[in-house]
T-cell receptor, first 115, second 111 residues
Framework: DGGITQSPKYLFRKEGQNVTLSCEQNLNHDAMYWYRQDPGQGLRLIYY???????QKGDIAEGYSVSREKKESFPLTVTSAQKNPTAFYLC??????????????FGPGTRLLVL | ELKVEQNPLFLSMQEGKNYTIYCNYS?????LYWYRQDPGKSLESLFVLLSNGAVKQEGRLMASLDTKARLSTLHITAAVHDLSATYFC???????????WGAGTKLIIKP
């Protein structure tokens, strides 16, 4: 079955620790996205990538980093510089990174909690 | 700056009733999307509206788009409990490859 997987489902971070959230897709999509969702709120874009080895900052990139070394994978690192990381993190992908926005398909999400 | 506003943000209704959720956006956009999110879950795509006057229907949900008014509606007909969820609309940003999201409408349908 094609889809997007995220792991882990729950992640606990200690003060000063960097943690990495995994996102993998087998939909052969060019574009991938990371969003943050706080309780009762909408989605805010952290980073997006339209093609391998290229990515752009979204609205709230500070304290986060990404890489896109493979088409299928777009991991997100929450660094110690992100002072309020507790949130629900959603990864998404869409078919084309060529400037035409299309429906984004979402993974199941990772819930990050600070110890 | 492109803004997307949904209203109401919270809606509690009885089964069997009809209601409409509104999504207004501030500048020209080519596409509008509706998504559903169940509590603690991810987002599921419901509709993509591609042009002025577009109407799409799936079961008890019908979405429409008026690009001149910069307004989309999501109409719920004879609501059932299973439609309880948070509904988001989103539009293409005209300047980059982002989607701009509304804050979501939390819909509770009481049996």
């Amino acid at each position: 079955d094609g889809g997007i997987t995220q792991s882990p489902k729950y992640l606990f971070r200690k003060e000063g620790q960097n943690v990495t959230l995994s996102c993998e897709q087998n939909l052969n999509h060019d574009a991938m996205y990371w969003y943050r969702q706080d309780p009762g709120q909408g989605l805010r874009l952290i980073y997006y990538s339209q093609i391998v080895n290229d990515f752009q900052k979204g609205d709230i990139a500070e304290g986060y980093s990404v890489s896109r070394e493979k088409k299928e994978s777009f991991p997100l690192t929450v660094t110690s510089a992100q002072k309020n990381p507790t949130a629900f993190y959603l990864c998404a992908s869409s078919p084309s990174g060529g400037g035409l926005q299309e429906t984004q398909y979402f993974g199941p999400g990772t819930r990050l909690l600070v110890l | 700056e492109l803004k997307v506003e949904q209203n109401p943000l919270f809606l509690s209704m009885q089964e069997g009733k009809n209601y409409t959720i509104y999504c207004n956006y501030s500048t020209t956009s080519d596409r509008l999307y509706w998504y559903r999110q169940d509590p603690g879950k991810s987002l599921e795509s419901l509709f993509v509206l591609l042009s002025n006057g577009a109407v799409k229907q799936e079961g008890r949900l019908m979405a429409s788009l008026d690009t001149k008014a910069r307004l989309s509606t999501l109409h719920i007909t004879a609501a059932v409990h299973d439609l309880s969820a948070t509904y988001f609309c989103a539009v293409d940003s005209p300047s980059n490859y982002q989607l701009i999201w509304g804050a979501g409408t939390k819909l509770i349908i009481k049996p």
